[in-house]
Each structure stands twice: as C-alpha cells, then as structure tokens.
C-alpha cells in the first residue's frame, strides 16, 4: 500500500537506460483500478509524455525509489503519445496496446489481471471476443471510451458524510500488487483538527466531478470515532480489520 503522492516521482529504468519519472496515475472512475502509469520522459524527450499499464512496471527499488521497465529505449520513443489537452480515448489505449503487441486490458491482458491473477476490488472486465485469436470480432467503437481519472487531480476534493462534510482528499492510497485504489486519504482539520482517517472508494454514494465533491455513505461521527491514520504508518490487515470494524463494512478481501 503506497500513497500516490510517492509514487509520483519515481523514475522509470527501460533495460537500456532511465526513461522519466512517473508523473500521475490515471484510475478507472466506476472501479477505481489504476489502468496507466503517466512518464514524463523529461530531458530524454523533452516535452513529451507517454502511457504505461501499470504491469509494465517490476519490483520497485525503494532505496532509490525506481521500478523497472522490461522495454527498451527505442521502444518507447516510438510509442503512441499521450495528448496532454486531450482525454484518453479507448482508440488511444488501443494504439498504445497494439503497437506494444499486448491484449488490452478489457480483454483480460497484459496488466490485466494484475500480479497474482486477482482483479482489483469491484472490477469487472469487459467480455472479451468469442475467440481470444480474433479480437477483431469486438470493436473498439463498441466498448466506449474510458472514463479515466488522474490521481492528482482528485486532491483536494471535499469529502460529504451523510450529515455534512468531513474535509477533503490530501492522497489516494494505492495498493501496488493488485494496482487499485484502495482508499482516500482524509485530512478532516477544517472541520475535526488534527485527525487524518482512510475511506474506501467502495463506500461512497455519489461523486460529483463537475463540483470536485464525493459523497460517502458514512456519517460525521463514524468518521470522528474511526481509527485515525498516520501517514508514516505502514497499513496491515489488522489496520484494515479494525477499520472495516467500526464502520461496519464487508472488507474488499
């Protein structure tokens, strides 16, 4: 379990050489899956950015905070582009995909499943073609385009209980095995000073981008009386049970 904001930065080590730094992570809104990892390639393509699926990535070395890449330099100069003024287009991912030669992942491919063949909590991938040799049986039209979201962009949305808000995302909480969202970081000090909780994705009633709010079915006491989190903790299923516990909700596990 890692916070997003330290995830950013890293950089990205291709066999032949440093790539970039990892510059955001777009998620999937409906279930919270991380589906790319955005590079800012840096001074190695200066003013560009590309897209890589999470899965791309090997283990991290945190001492000098670096995943892997099993791609090559030439590889990735070459890749399909990210448009910054552009949304991520379901034809983007899928150029992205097809000149990698990977399956995508609403086919059940490469990055999807994650590492150990579980889905991220509440994912359901798209069925994929009658023959898993023909994907051309499914059109990409048909699909729609992803509504992705960036992980920077949610911090600092105010966060509503049932009866009043409990104040705003300071980080989103990733679980690096499965690539998932498993929780938002509250820091509640404009309305309960000094205490910082964990909320999961899956308990919200409503998020309403267009007003930077999500709406979370939990009322302000819950949230006052929750287990307060330190954001130098490491989260352990005994953390996760007590969590769960007091808010009475069935555990993503």
């Known amino acids: 379990m890692q916070r997003s904001s330290l995830i950013t930065g890293y950089q990205l080590r291709a066999k032949d050489g440093?790539?970039?730094?990892?510059?955001?992570?777009?998620?999937?809104?409906?279930?919270?899956?991380?589906?790319?990892?955005?590079?800012?390639?840096?001074?190695?393509?200066?003013?560009?950015?590309v897209l890589l699926p999470p899965s791309a990535l090997g283990e991290p070395d945190t001492d000098v905070r670096e995943y892997p890449v099993d791609l090559d330099k030439e590889q990735i100069k070459d890749?399909?582009?990210?448009?910054?003024?552009?949304?991520?287009?379901?034809?983007?991912?899928?150029?992205?995909y097809g000149y990698y030669g990977w399956t995508p992942y609403w086919y059940g491919g490469f990055g999807y499943p994650a590492p150990g063949g579980m889905f991220p909590t509440g994912a359901m991938p798209v069925t994929p073609p009658a023959s898993s040799e023909?994907?051309?049986?499914?059109?990409?039209?048909?699909?729609?385009?992803?509504?992705?979201?960036?992980?920077?962009?949610?911090?600092?949305?105010?966060?509503?209980?049932?009866?009043?808000?409990?104040?705003?995302?300071?980080?989103?909480?990733?679980?690096?095995?499965?690539?998932?969202?498993?929780?938002?970081?509250?820091?509640?000090?404009?309305?309960?000073?000094?205490?910082?909780?964990?909320?999961?994705?899956?308990?919200?009633?409503?998020?309403?981008?267009?007003?930077?709010?999500?709406?979370?079915?939990?009322?302000?006491?819950?949230?006052?009386?929750a287990p307060e989190f330190d954001p130098t903790m490491t989260v352990d299923r005994d953390y996760e049970d007590s969590m769960f516990a007091h808010f009475g909700f069935r555990p993503y596990w």
């Open 79 to 96: 890749a399909p582009g990210l448009a910054s003024d552009k949304p991520v287009s379901r034809q983007m991912e899928t150029d992205i």
């Open 18 to 49: 440093t790539i970039g730094s990892i510059d955001d992570l777009l998620f999937d809104e409906s279930h919270f899956g991380v589906r790319w990892v955005v590079v800012d390639t840096g001074t190695w393509l200066p003013g560009r950015k």
């Open 134 to 225: 023909d994907p051309q049986n499914v059109q990409v039209g048909d699909l729609g385009d992803p509504q992705l979201r960036s992980a920077n962009e949610v911090t600092g949305y105010n966060v509503e209980a049932t009866d009043g808000s409990i104040g705003h995302i300071e980080d989103v909480m990733v679980d690096e095995t499965e690539w998932a969202v498993r929780y938002l970081m509250v820091d509640t000090k404009n309305w309960w000073p000094g205490k910082k909780v964990l909320i999961s994705p899956d308990w919200r009633r409503e998020i309403v981008w267009s007003e930077q709010k999500i709406y979370v079915d939990v009322t302000r006491d819950k949230v006052k009386n």
